[in-house]
C-alpha cells in the first residue's frame, strides 16, 4: 500500500506540474488527462471509479459550456467591441480612468456571473477595448485575471468553488454576507490598489479618441440581454440552493439558438472556436483527486485539522487559509478545493474555519499562472487574441498582489468571526 500510495502522489505531482509548466507547449488538459489515465492503466483507480470521478464535474462542465457559448455569440456578434468602445469613450482620454472602468466591470461580473465568466467574457472585451483605446493591453488584461479571484468570494455564485467548500454546511445568504462581505471589499480593494502600483508606468499613456461607435446589432442586443438573464438565473438558482451548471447550460444554449436562427448561421463558427480543452482538463484533475483520496491522507489531515480548530480556532484558520492558498497555486485551486472540502467537511470545523479555507482556496490561485481554472480559461483567451504571459511574469507581479491582499482577508475575516 505504501507504493502504491507513492505512485499516486507521483503521478499527481508530475500531471500538476505539466499542467503549469506545460512542456514542450502542449495544451494543459493533455497533461491532465495523461495522470488521470495513468492511474487507471496502472491499476492504482479501478476505472469505473475514474468515470465516477469524472462524472462528478458534470455542474462544472454544463457551467463552462454555457458560458463559453454566450461569450463565444457575443464576440461574433460584436457586442465586446462595442463595449469596448463605450468604455473608451467614457476614459475620456485618461489611461488611469479606463482602467478604473475596467476593474470596477470586472469586479460585477465576478460577483453576479462567477470568476469563470470574468474570464470567458470579459477578457475578449477588454482586449477589445485596448485595441480601440490603442494602449498596451497586458495591464488591462490582468484585471481580468487577478479581480476573477479577488472578487469570488462576495457571493455563493461568484465562484462554484465556493459551493464545493461548503457543501451541504452552506450558510443563507445573510450568513454569507456576514461572514464574507468585509474580506471581500479587502480583498477587492487591496487587488486594486496592487495592480494600479505595479502599473503605474504604463497607465501614464493616453488613450485615443473613439469618433463613431458602431450601432450594436440586433445579435448583439440578444447576447446581452442572454449575459443578463443568466446573471439573474444564477442568482435565483443560488437563493434556493439549486446547481449552477445545467442553468447556465439552457441559457447559453438558447441564445446562441435564437442568434444563430435570426441571423441565419451556421452553428459550425461557434462551435468551434469554443475552448472545448477545458472540458477534458477537469474530468482529469477530478480523477486525479479521487486517486489522491483512496491514499488515505484526506482522513489524516482531517484528523489533524479537527485536533487545532479545537486547540485554537483562530490560528487554525490562520494556518488552513495560508496553507490552501499556496498549495491552490502548486496544484490548481479546484482539486485542493475538493481536498479542502472533503477534510473540513469530516472534520466538522467551525464556520470560520472554513471560510478561512474558502479564502485560500478563492484568492490564493492569484500567485501563479494556473492557480484557478479562471486563470487557465483566462491564458486560453490570451493565446487566441495573440497574447502570451509567461509563468514566471504572472508569478512576479502575484507576488505583490496576492500576498497582501490575503492576509488582509483573512485578518477582516478573524474580525467579523470573534
Not at 468604455?87 to 476593474?103: D, E, M, P, W
Not at 454576507?177 to 480583498?187: E, G, M, N, T, W
Request: glycine share 8%; proline share 6%.
Amino acid at each position: 500500500m505504501p507504493d502504491t500510495n507513492a505512485a499516486t502522489w507521483g503521478i499527481a505531482a508530475l500531471a500538476t506540474l505539466g499542467v503549469i509548466a506545460r512542456p514542450w507547449n502542449l495544451p494543459e488538459f493533455i497533461w491532465a488527462v495523461a495522470g488521470a489515465a495513468l492511474l487507471v492503466l496502472l491499476n492504482l483507480l479501478p476505472w469505473p471509479d475514474a468515470l465516477a470521478a469524472a462524472a462528478k464535474g458534470t455542474d462544472v462542465y454544463f457551467f463552462l459550456i454555457g458560458m463559453m457559448l454566450l461569450a463565444e455569440v457575443a464576440r461574433k456578434e460584436g457586442l465586446f467591441d462595442w463595449l469596448a468602445a463605450q468604455a473608451v469613450r467614457h476614459s475620456h482620454g485618461s489611461a488611469k480612468r479606463l482602467f478604473l472602468i475596467v476593474y470596477i466591470v470586472g469586479t460585477i461580473v465576478t460577483v453576479l456571473l462567477s470568476n469563470d465568466a470574468t474570464a470567458v467574457v470579459l477578457t475578449p472585451a477588454v482586449y477589445a477595448a485596448t485595441r480601440a483605446a490603442k494602449v498596451e493591453p497586458l495591464p488591462y488584461l490582468f484585471i481580468c485575471a487577478f479581480i476573477a479571484n479577488a472578487a469570488s468570494f462576495v457571493l455563493p455564485i461568484s465562484n462554484p468553488a465556493n459551493l464545493v467548500v461548503f457543501g451541504q454546511q452552506m450558510p443563507p445568504l445573510g450568513g454569507w454576507l456576514r461572514i464574507f462581505a468585509l474580506p471581500s471589499v479587502v480583498a477587492i480593494v487591496a487587488t486594486y490598489l496592487a495592480l494600479r502600483l505595479t502599473q503605474r508606468d504604463a497607465l501614464d499613456s493616453t488613450v485615443a479618441t473613439v469618433d463613431g461607435i458602431t450601432r450594436l446589432t440586433l445579435g448583439g442586443k440578444l447576447a446581452a440581454f442572454g449575459i443578463a438573464m443568466t446573471a439573474i438565473v444564477l442568482l435565483a438558482a443560488s437563493a434556493i440552493g439549486r446547481d449552477l451548471g445545467l442553468p447556465t447550460f439552457i441559457a447559453g444554449a438558447t441564445v446562441t439558438a435564437i442568434v444563430l436562427m435570426l441571423g441565419r448561421q451556421s452553428p459550425l463558427p461557434v462551435l468551434k472556436d469554443v475552448s472545448w480543452s477545458v472540458l477534458p482538463l477537469v474530468a482529469g484533475l477530478f480523477i486525479l483527486v479521487e486517486g489522491l483520496n483512496r491514499t488515505g491522507v484526506l482522513p489524516a489531515m482531517a484528523r489533524v485539522l479537527k485536533e487545532a480548530a479545537t486547540t485554537s480556532p483562530q490560528i487554525a484558520s490562520w494556518i488552513a487559509g495560508v496553507v490552501v492558498a499556496i498549495a491552490s497555486n502548486l496544484a490548481n485551486n479546484l482539486p485542493v478545493g475538493l481536498m479542502a472540502a472533503t477534510t473540513s467537511q469530516t472534520a466538522q470545523v467551525p464556520a470560520h474555519v472554513t471560510g478561512a479555507i474558502l479564502i485560500g482556496v478563492d484568492l490564493g490561485p492569484n500567485l501563479s499562472v494556473t492557480g484557478s481554472l479562471a486563470t487557465i480559461l483566462w491564458l486560453i483567451v490570451l493565446r487566441r487574441e495573440g497574447e502570451h504571459v509567461s509563468a514566471m511574469r504572472f508569478l512576479k507581479l502575484g507576488i505583490v498582489v496576492m500576498p497582501p491582499a490575503l492576509v488582509l482577508s483573512l485578518l477582516a475575516l478573524s474580525m467579523v468571526s470573534r
